[in-house]
């Protein structure tokens, strides 16, 4: 008999990340994956990152997870997204090179204490007393242990499309879950099927890259881990191209013969990934998308076109993609296509991850409805931290909307469920401006390290960060100064004969920092990151009450009605998808609006504004 404490099933990013967790914790931890040389997979886009997408990096990097740092070392392009607004809404993401995750991350979890891979395909639970207690292999052979995450993605009566043609699959190239799908669907209420898709690869040689715009990396890169300094691949540039009138007629012509729109597909669509058939059908106004052309790794040819996920047959994406302006004579190496699988209702679930109906037993990544790497590893890392902790008969470890966006997607996904596949986005948080990525080791280090899944090394290196914040701050309290004195060290205030300390004139900005670290000394003398990091915290300060307040007033303010004649057109802050919802919904007042699916809380105070305007 084999037993452990946690047994994780699946080595996607959710499985990766929860047996890394459940193992730092001190469990006994198994992954068992169908191909543990496919562990660190990544079944789309060669990147991770992003708007809100980097947020849920950075958590799980302060929670000393796996993909941060894999990241950073197969990472062949760094942007930080909207660098040119506030810290708030930056996203990092980088490009990665296939081959560099994958090896990293296997590299991770070879040398990670009491871990132990096992390749086989799990066909069953093994329940005792209406618990999980372990899992069955298709080899007969049986598994124990108190706790098991179950994390199988896309796999699970997994349908792959290209045009009218469908074979079961996983994902290209890999088989589908079937015996363990049927089990699930007969102990568990089904969520249903959704689906997603992925664009042709197309192989560079082909491509006249002379005709395209590049797109660079970040001078100086942004990573994601706390713990890396620089990246370690060689650095490369991207192409930028676009669609056409050409392109799109050809996509029009041809819809009836796509997965999706000839009616071969029953699943739903992430509406903001969506298929080029989708967007010469919903934009049909604009007559060109952008096409990023991304390359696949250092030593590999393949290109990834990000923005043309499709569902057509072969021959037509051949068509559409050779109409492309420097794509006229490009090779298709691997048709593009739509897979469908089933899911869970996430509302079925505690915040733990753990499923109500069958204690012992934890649901985290695309089985929960959700899409994306960053989403599934953020879950994957809750629950083998919670499985690890049931193991041991200690409490769960909760996350709140307050101190972490993977506290909002947990609490979106079992209080409002999804109805199509859920992503991050910034706008899902109402407390994003203190959820930032810089001060992701401020807001969750301490929790890891309280609950054990911190290494030793993290565990100083935050310290003595936090060390020097401390101490930096302090620099800047020893004096504070009139706007008459500042106005003789050029900075120009309002005269209103307020002190201030260093720490409150750093909120001013930029223009003031220049005047604070020529008037504290002292505070010159700590590194950049330190320095960027304070005046970071101070200017975000002086909004942390106004958001607060923002967020006390909607929840005071829910019981508010919304008139049955409410016309959600006349507010143009409002998204297209959110009034569709509310119209057809008609809730009647904030706190059934606020349960709507994709609801933000920008939205709800765009709606109570308008209540109160109209009183
Ligand atoms: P996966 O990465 O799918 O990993 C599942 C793992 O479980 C695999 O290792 C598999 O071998 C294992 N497994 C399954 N069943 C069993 C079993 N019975 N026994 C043992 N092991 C098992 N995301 C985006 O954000 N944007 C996109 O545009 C996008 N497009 C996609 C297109 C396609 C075609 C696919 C396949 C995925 C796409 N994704 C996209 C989704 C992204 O790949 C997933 O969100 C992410 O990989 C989910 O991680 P996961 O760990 O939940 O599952």
Known sequence: MKQFDVIVIGGGHAGSEAAAAAARMGAKTALVTLRPEQIGVMSCNPAIGGLGKGHLVREIDALDGLMGRVADSAGIQFRLLNRRKGPAVQGPRAQADRKLYREAMQQALSVQNGLTIIGAEVIDLNLQSGRVAGVILKDGTSLFARAVVLTAGTFLNGVIHVGSERRSGGRVGDEPSIPLAGRLRDLLPSGGRLKTGTPPR??????????????????????????????????????????????????????????????????????????????????????????????????????????????????????????IAGLEDVRILQPGYAIEYDFFDPRELRQSLEVRQLPGLFFAGQINGTTGYEEAAAQGLVAGLNAARLAKDEDVISFSRRDSYIGVMLDDLVTRGVTEPYRMFTSRAEFRLALRADNADQRLTPL????????????????????????????????????????????????????????????????????????????????????????????????????????????????????????????????????????????????????????????????????????
């Open 448 to 615: 890891g390290i309280a609950v054990g899944c911190v290494s030793e090394p993290r565990q100083r290196a935050f310290q003595e960060k936090m060390i020097s914040i401390c101490e930096a701050r302090r620099a800047l309290t020893t004096k504070r100064l009139s706007p008459k004195e500042l106005l003789s060290h050029g900075l120009r205030l309002s005269q209103d004969g307020v002190r201030r300390d260093g720490f409150e004139l750093l909120s001013l900005g930029e223009e003031a920092r220049t005047a604070v670290e020529s008037l504290f000394p002292a505070f010159s003398t700590y590194g950049q990151d330190i320095r960027d990091q304070v005046a970071t915290d101070a200017l975000y300060a002086q909004y942390l009450q106004r958001q607060e307040a923002d967020a006390k007033l909607l929840h005071e303010e829910e019981q508010t009605i919304i008139p049955r004649d409410f016309d959600y057109d006349l507010l143009s802050g409002l998204s297209y998808e959110l009034k569709t919802k509310l119209k057809r919904q008609q809730p009647e007042n904030l706190a059934r609006a606020s349960k709507i699916e994709g609801m933000t809380p920008a939205a709800l105070t765009l709606i109570l504004a308008h209540l109160r305007k109209a009183q």
């Open 202 to 323: 197309l192989d560079g040689r082909s491509i006249d890259w002379s005709r395209l715009e590049r797109q660079d990396g970040d001078e100086d890169p942004v990573l994601f881990s706390f713990m890396s300094r620089q990246p370690t691949a060689r650095q490369i540039a991207c192409g930028i191209t676009h669609t056409n009138e050409q392109t799109h007629e050809i996509v029009r012509e041809n819809l009836q013969r796509s997965a999706m729109y000839g009616g071969y597909i029953e699943g739903v669509g992430p509406r903001y990934c969506p298929s080029i058939e989708d967007k010469v059908v919903r934009f049909s106004e604009k007559s060109a998308h952008q096409v990023f052309l991304e390359p696949e790794g250092l030593d590999d040819d393949t290109i990834y076109p990000n923005g043309i996920s499709t569902s057509l047959p072969r021959d037509v994406q051949e068509a559409y993609v050779r109409t």
